[in-house]
């Protein structure tokens, strides 16, 4: 998506839960009562990537509590719901007010993801003991996740079904209407009107440009948007089936394949990094050649052990005056969450420069010779190598057969490469696959024939 706006997404996403949500709600009401924030697990998760636990507390919310778990009642406060609205989520929230005598708290303030039905808002409606307590019910069209500044995705996981379910129109339309909801609460957010292009050959790209063409167009018609228009272009992943299958030099790519990182959390040793805003390593060198990273985090540390806060730590520099020793203190918990991250990485570079993801056999890393299967994918996509010289399929098969001991999971991918980039004869194809079980194989030729997928 491109868009003149100069302030990123994810600010704009960050005040309208701030301001939009939480500050409204706080006009309305006064600063005198307690809130406490409830989430479910889509919200949980979409927050968790552009707000901390401060931001939330600096608010003023008291706490913040998740809709799916049994929680304390607290009659004399405030709770503000901000959830999708499924139907599990919906039915939850109508349990927490189904006793009038015990509610789970005094009043309610819903603010939904996205669009909201009449006939589940009818629903709502019929519940008079809920909606006595209901003081506010806004859509504030957030439905998405903020992976970076400006960059976003849908949270939809299992969205390649749409590829398998040519004649299940009931299934079809239920995930390009899950799409397009979600994709408007982007354009929404930005408060923009682009212009909305697609992909010619994609009957499904074409469907949900059409529609949110016409979403756009509607909302837009009583309010104000920016002057200067940009462009949403919808692709989907047949335009590109390698990109996915492709090993990446960055740092954040590589971690992310030998590291148990799920929405931006890191999960290693019984502990949780949240790759977060205090994380100024990652910030830093997240798009940066791994290789890079393992030299400049090194030198880094050792500038930062050499700090007066370090020294202090480790006892070998004096505070001889109270102006020395308040400086000191005042950047000590700074120094701590610093130390906690440069901790943090250097583990991970420690296991990178040893967790051995592409060969069965151990090797020293400087052994492995990761660069020649990073060479050999760059050549099977793009017929060429590194000197721009012409590969023939025999060439690239042969590159292919020299890669020896990899790993099954390695050896897939690069298969899956290979089907949907060559044009080899199956007697071929089956010849390279040998070993591998005929489900695995059934799965290279579903993968390898997505870029020929034709959905009516």
Same mark, same amino acid.
């Given at each position: ?7 990123p ?7 309208r ?13 006064g600063?005198?009562m307690?809130f406490? %924030?409830? $989430? ?9 990537t552009?707000?901390s ?14 809709l799916?778990?049994?929680? @304390?009642?607290?009659?004399?406060y405030?709770?503000i719901?901000? =959830?999708?609205?499924? +139907?599990?989520s ?7 007010? +189904?006793?009038?005598l ?5 009043? *309610?303030? %819903? ?7 009449n ?7 019929i519940n @008079?003991?809920? =909606?006595?307590r209901v &003081? ?7 439905? /998405?996740l903020?992976?970076? #500044?400006?960059?976003f ?6 969205a390649?079904? =749409? /590829? ?18 979600? &994709?408007?609460t982007?354009?929404a ?11 010619k ?14 979403? =756009?167009?509607?909302f837009? @018609?009583?309010?104000?948007?920016n +002057?200067?228009r940009?462009i !949403?272009?919808?692709?989907d992943?047949?335009v #590109? ?8 030099? *960055?740092?954040?790519?590589i ?10 959390? &890191?999960?290693?040793?019984?502990? #949780? ?22 030299v400049?985090?090194?030198? +880094? ?17 004096n505070l001889?005056?109270?102006e ?17 991250? /440069? ?8 296991? $990178?420069t040893?967790v051995?993801?592409?060969?069965n ?14 060479e050999l ?18 060439e690239?098969? #042969? ?12 050896? !897939? ?14 007697k071929? /194809? ?7 079980e005929?489900?695995? %194989?059934?799965a290279i ?7 020929? *997928?034709?959905i009516e």
């Amino acid at each position: 998506m491109q868009s003149i706006l100069t302030t990123p997404l994810k600010k704009h996403v960050w005040n309208r839960v701030m301001l939009d949500i939480i500050q409204e709600t706080k006009n309305t009401v006064g600063d005198d009562m307690i809130f406490i %924030l409830v $989430l479910d697990d889509y919200t949980a998760k979409m927050i968790n990537t552009f707000l901390s636990m401060t931001d939330l507390l600096n608010a003023g919310i008291f706490s913040v509590e998740k809709l799916e778990k049994v929680r @304390e009642r607290f009659p004399m406060y405030h709770g503000i719901y901000f =959830i999708s609205p499924c +139907e599990e989520s919906l039915s939850i929230l109508c349990k927490n007010f +189904e006793d009038p005598l015990k509610p789970q708290y005094g009043r *309610a303030h %819903l603010f939904f993801t996205q669009r909201i039905t009449n006939r589940t808002l009818d629903k709502l409606c019929i519940n @008079e003991t809920f =909606i006595k307590r209901v &003081l506010t019910l806004k859509e504030v069209n957030i439905s /998405f996740l903020v992976r970076d #500044d400006n960059l976003f995705d849908l949270g939809m996981s299992t969205a390649l079904e =749409i /590829f398998t379910v040519k004649y299940n129109n009931d299934l079809k339309n239920k995930i390009i209407t899950n799409i397009l909801d979600r &994709l408007f609460t982007v354009v929404a957010s930005l408060k923009d009107k682009p212009y909305v292009q697609f992909q010619k050959s994609s009957n499904i790209c074409e469907q949900v440009a059409q529609k949110l063409n016409g979403k =756009i167009g509607d909302f837009y @018609e009583k309010r104000t948007f920016n +002057e200067k228009r940009g462009i !949403i272009l919808i692709l989907d992943r047949t335009v #590109d089936v390698s990109a996915p299958l492709l090993h990446d030099h *960055a740092y954040q790519c590589i971690i992310h394949e030998i590291m148990d990182v799920r929405d931006n959390v &890191l999960h290693y040793n019984s502990k #949780d990094h949240q790759f977060g805003e205090t994380d100024h390593l990652w910030k830093k060198y997240k798009t940066r050649h791994f290789a890079e990273v393992l030299v400049e985090v090194s030198n +880094e540390f050792k500038v930062f052990m050499n700090n007066d806060i370090s020294k202090v730590q480790r006892g070998s520099v004096n505070l001889d005056n109270v102006e020395k020793m308040a400086g000191v203190m005042q950047n000590m918990k700074s120094y701590q969450i610093e130390s906690n991250n /440069f901790g943090t990485h250097l583990r991970m570079i420690e296991k $990178l420069t040893t967790v051995n993801i592409f060969f069965n056999h151990k090797k020293d890393y400087k052994d492995l010779h990761i660069d020649k299967i990073f060479e050999l994918e760059q050549e099977i996509v793009s017929g060429v190598n590194n000197q721009g010289e012409k590969l023939s399929p025999k060439e690239l098969i #042969d590159h292919f057969s020299k890669m020896s001991d990899l790993k099954e999971e390695e050896k !897939i991918r690069l298969l899956v490469l290979i089907h949907a980039n060559l044009s080899l004869n199956e007697k071929d /194809f089956k010849t390279l696959c040998g070993g591998i079980e005929d489900y695995k %194989l059934s799965a290279i030729y579903k993968l390898g024939w997505l870029g020929n *997928a034709n959905i009516e």
